[in-house]
């Protein structure tokens, strides 16, 4: 599992907020930690409602998380 990062690359993670709830945000960060804060943080804001817990935000993320290269934006 090589999921190293080399300095000058300008790669993002992101997570379609459809896997965690059902509003089509699209969530990045610069890495699966932040990608991480930033879901728990949307969640909070816009779903206070959602049963997610941290655990399974976590889970989704690892597992739905894709590279975004910021030049193919
Ligand atoms: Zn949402």
Do not use: W
């Not at 930033?38 to 889970?59: D, G």
């Amino acid at each position: 599992m090589l999921a190293v990062q080399t300095g000058e690359e300008a790669t993002i993670r992101a997570v379609l907020c459809a896997s965690l709830c059902n509003c089509r945000h699209t969530l990045r960060a610069d890495g699966d930690e932040s990608l991480v804060e930033v879901a728990l943080e949307h969640l909070r804001h816009n779903h206070p409602a959602a049963p997610l817990r941290e655990e399974r935000v976590r889970r989704i993320v690892f597992t739905c998380a894709y590279d975004i290269q910021y030049a193919a934006m």
